[in-house]
């Protein structure tokens, strides 16, 4: 089964900055939509991000935008989630999936992804 890996995660202050990174080692990331998810503690799971291969077409949860912004790295096939102005709120597991279909709003909400992560943990306090 593919598997896809989660790095990056940490502690932060309010304010500070952190970026996830997303690998696989039997999938070619370039020829995949990959979305970024979150579980907050006592939460649903819910997407926060994705972006079509070729990196055509990036989605955005309201809550996050214009403080994440989500970015590939062919060469290294990897999807990185950087992460500024972070919140308490922010506060989650955080889950990079993939699937070949298009990135959408609806995909992301529905959250029709076909292989996880076992996801990194993101912790914003002061």
């Known amino acids: 089964q593919v598997q896809l890996v989660e790095s990056g995660g940490g502690r932060v202050q309010p304010g500070g900055s952190l970026r996830l990174s997303c690998a696989a080692s039997?999938?070619?990331?370039?020829?995949?939509?990959v979305g970024w998810f979150r579980r907050a503690p006592g939460k649903e799971r819910e997407g926060v991000s994705c972006?079509?291969?070729?990196?055509?077409?990036?989605y955005y949860a309201d809550d996050v935008k214009g403080r994440f912004t989500i970015s590939r790295d062919n060469a290294k096939n990897t999807v990185y989630l950087q992460m500024n102005t972070l919140e308490p709120a922010d506060t989650a597991v955080y889950y990079c999936a993939a699937t070949q279909d298009r990135c959408s709003w609806y995909l992301v909400k529905q959250q029709l992804f076909g292989s996880w992560g076992q996801g990194t943990q993101v912790t914003v306090s002061s």
């Open positions: 972006v079509s291969a070729g990196a055509g077409d990036t």
């Open positions: 039997e999938l070619n990331l370039n020829y995949y939509t």
